[in-house]
């Protein structure tokens, strides 16, 4: 991940203005669901 990102840029100027930020990290880009359950699923072994 790149602090520069076009989305990443527009999300953070949104929370600044917005007000909403949890402090992590985590959440301000979090993973596709699609990606993680691969993820996921290759940790297990496969599908």
């Known amino acids: 991940?790149?602090?520069d990102e076009p989305?990443?840029?527009v999300?953070?100027?949104w929370l600044l203005d917005g007000?909403?930020?949890d402090g992590n990290p985590?959440?301000?880009k979090p993973a596709k669901h699609q990606d993680l359950a691969k993820e996921?699923?290759?940790m297990a072994g496969g599908a």
Do not use: E, K
């Open 26 to 28: 985590a959440h301000m």
């Open 11 to 13: 999300r953070n100027i």
């Open 7 to 9: 989305d990443l840029v």
């Open 1 to 3: 991940m790149q602090y």
């Open 40 to 42: 996921i699923a290759l």
């Open 19 to 21: 007000g909403w930020y």
